[in-house]
């Protein structure tokens, strides 16, 4: 049996339409449809019910999802295996966020030019949600995750490292000049650009200024971390970025520090697909993400 069969398959189920999956796949959709019929005519029986809504599986198809992923995960091994004696190369796509992929990721890929020439690293910026999904449908061989835990069906994660976080104001801002540490009903009134929903540091920090009580503090978000540290920059008003991505801007002062209550670091995940065994060029590139992130302390 063709494997892609089942690929198209297991995307499907995944997706639930077939347009998605023909997306996913790089296929053309009706390549999608006739894959499916060809592995429901194999199998002999029906996968999925054709629905307005999307293709839904079938009694069969949930039993037999299940046996699909098995056998690509096991043509996955066979890859692997037969690689094991020749050179380490290949790509690896890595999912991060915008604030990891700006800050270390760059490094990571320099540092592994010297030992390992022949492998290319490709980064995919993408929140967490992205991340999951993209190793769940074979798109990313890794990903970092910016959260305090992770806890998603199929995905193998290990916390690495914490990222320090900083309350951030222009230099000129009457909160830098303060001696006493801002309280959270004074910082309630400012005006803050945070990272854009689903950034799980920003996240935080908006629920605990929302929390004051008759506080309504002023929150724009942004997409991009650069649209958001322009803005704080300008003195527009306050932001909360990890200190790796701001520690340049600090040193030039061209950003200040706002003394305020303690920020606890935001935990830094390496994932992978539970069921994929990574390539050996993915699991040197996981090799030297850690050692980046447990190094120096600059690397922070």
Not at 85 to 108: F, I, K, Q, R, S
Not at 167 to 194: I, V
Request: proline share 6%; hydrophobic share 45%.
């Amino acid at each position: 049996m063709d494997t892609r069969l089942l690929q198209t398959f297991t995307a499907l189920a995944r997706t639930g339409s077939f347009t998605a999956a023909a997306a996913e796949l790089q296929l053309a959709q009706s390549t999608v449809t006739v894959q499916i019929r060809s592995l429901e005519k194999a199998l002999g029986t029906r996968l999925f019910d054709r629905l307005a809504r999307g293709a839904l599986l079938t009694e069969a198809g949930h039993r037999l999802l299940a046996l699909a992923e098995e056998v690509l995960e096991a043509e996955s091994r066979l890859f692997a295996a037969a690689g094991e004696d020749g050179p380490v190369a290949g790509t690896v796509v890595v999912g991060a966020g915008e604030t990891l992929c700006a800050a270390h990721l760059p490094g990571v890929i320099a540092a592994l030019r010297g030992p390992y020439p022949e492998v290319d690293v490709h980064l995919e910026p993408c929140g967490t949600a992205g991340a999951v999904e993209g190793l769940r449908a074979g798109r990313l061989d890794l990903a970092l995750l910016l959260e305090e835990r992770v806890d998603h069906p199929d995905v193998t994660a290990e916390c690495i490292a914490g990222q320090p976080l900083v309350l951030l104001c222009a230099p000129d801002h009457p909160l830098a000049a303060r001696r006493r540490p801002a309280t959270w009903p004074e910082l309630a009134r400012e005006t803050f650009f945070l990272h854009e929903q689903g950034c799980s540091y920003s996240d935080r920090l908006a629920e605990r200024l929302q929390a004051v009580h008759g506080a309504r503090p002023r929150l724009t978000r942004f997409g991009s971390i650069e649209a958001t540290r322009s803005c704080v920059t300008a003195g527009l008003g306050l932001t909360v970025l990890p200190h790796a991505n701001v520690a340049e801007s600090l040193t030039t002062g061209r950003l200040a520090a706002v003394p305020g209550p303690a920020l606890p670091a935001v935990s830094v995940h390496l994932a992978h697909h539970r069921r994929r065994r990574p390539s050996r060029a993915a699991r040197a590139v996981a090799e030297q993400v850690v050692r980046h992130f447990q190094g120096p302390a600059d690397h922070l």
